[in-house]
């Protein structure tokens, strides 16, 4: 039921109008009456088997079946503006059994033009397949076999750069949870495969799968904010030249759908460099149709890259305005499971931290503690220390001392086992131990402040952590509170 939920809550009335009207008009049926629940209500198979009188195996069923309508329905509003380029594709092999040779020459021809334009190598293999055979009796036949040949090998190389490019984004996530090396490894290595398959064709959408993930790598993996100064002509070079191919393809499906990720990385890039000022300009394009975005579970890495580089944004600003912009929208659309370990984690963890600069520190507890609960951080060191001090963290400002130190005392028992110091990680639990201590509330105060200022000179590099933490006089001053 969770997910047929989440289906339809988050679809726009219009569309929600639509999808019922085509499964059923009569309110009083039970595809009625189960899209209206999941709707307005949050029930569970249970009492959705309960309020239809129906037992659990005629209920599965039908969800079964009204899953597969939902799907049915809602995929005819997929837009796919080439879809008359791809009709005429699919009427090519026809044209073998027509009545004038010449003319199926000339259209062929013509629709080799378009589909070169588009990078289509599937639907040339099969413009190439027909002409060679029209040209059977003619020299020009070695010539489209050679380019049959020739894209048969380019789409199977462009289906294994379109995997690269999607594992990238798993691969990235890993690294981002536990910065293994060995992650490292694979990524640089799918980088270079892929630069060597865009060595080999000359095609912008070779160059676009590359060039995004090639940025993507510079933003995770260089640490130094100097280091990525030095690379502002090299990048905002690349970002402009995928936008100018965009630009140029306006009817290509896939890049009508990732146009936004440009302005993002753009907007992470000048956020990561302290440029306020250009980071300001992209974050507008960007945040003005995310909800829109949100809305498409493929780009669920790209909204969460987003997402973060957001919350970083904010701690530069302090401006109230910016953590709590369209996150009703945002939380409303995005949908992650938590098989998609990475953007999932980084999910809940955005919540969090909102609701921590909220100042509803309980809520954000809970969303912490769910979120361990539901997913088993342990492969993903870094990740499982850092929310664990997160969550003993706030504990220590709620005041409750028996939950922190249990925390603490796990991240103590997890540390004694790694051979790495991790200095920025012992000052902080010595931080959050600090709060406790009965002592005068003013001496405390300076103390918490004084543990503070070194933890931050300590919390440099590729180890840093808790970046989205901003320790300021007012949580202090509740740290300090007895």
Known sequence: ????????????????????????????????????????????????????????????????RLHSKVAAVLSRKVENPISALMNEVSRVPASLYGTNKQVAIRSLKELEKQLLEYDLSN????????????????????????????????????????NIFYDFMILAGEYQLAANPDTLDK????????????????????????????????LITVSSSEALVLKEMEIDSTLK??????????LDTFYNNIKFIIEALYFEYYQRINNLVRATYHYKNVI??????????????????????KIAFYIANRDDKLIKEKNDAIIRNLFVETEEVYNYISFQKYQAIVKYYEG????????????????????????????KLFHAFEYAILKEEVICRQLIGNIERSLRARSSEHKNIKLFIKLI?????????????????????????????????????????KIIQKMARK
């Open 360 to 387: 509803n520190y309980t809520a954000s507890a809970s969303i912490i503690n769910e979120l361990r609960s539901s997913i088993n951080l342990k492969p993903y060191w870094f990740a499982d220390i850092e929310l």
């Open 241 to 250: 030249d995928i936008k100018a191919i965009f630009d140029k393809y306006p």
């Open 187 to 218: 990524i640089e290595s799918s980088l270079r495969e892929l630069s060597n398959i865009a060595e080999l064709y000359s095609s912008h959408r070779l160059f676009v799968f590359f060039n995004i993930m090639r940025v993507y790598f510079l």
């Open 1 to 64: 039921m969770e997910t047929l939920m989440q289906i339809v809550k988050r679809l726009s009335e219009e569309d929600y109008k639509m999808l019922l009207s085509s499964i059923s008009t009569d309110k009083f049926s039970k595809p009625h009456i189960v899209l209206e629940t999941a709707r307005n209500k949050v029930v569970t198979d249970a009492q959705m088997i309960e309020i239809l009188e129906i037992n659990p195996s005629t209920y599965y069923t039908l969800k079964s």
């Open 433 to 473: 131990k600090a709060s406790f201590l009965t002592q005068d509330t003013l001496v405390k105060q300076k103390k918490l402040a004084n543990l503070w200022d070194t933890f931050q000179k300590k919390n440099t590099g590729s180890d840093k952590i808790l970046s989205y933490i901003i320790l300021d006089d």
């Open 123 to 162: 639907e040339l293999i099969v413009v190439y397949h027909s002409l060679a055979r029209l040209y059977m009796y003619r020299e020009e036949y070695m010539h489209y076999e050679r380019l049959y040949n020739k894209f048969v090998a380019f789409s199977l190389a462009s289906a294994k750069a379109e």
């Open 288 to 309: 003005e149709h995310i909800a829109e975005h949100a809305n498409r579970y493929i780009l669920n890495f790209h909204i969460i890259q987003f997402l973060n580089a």
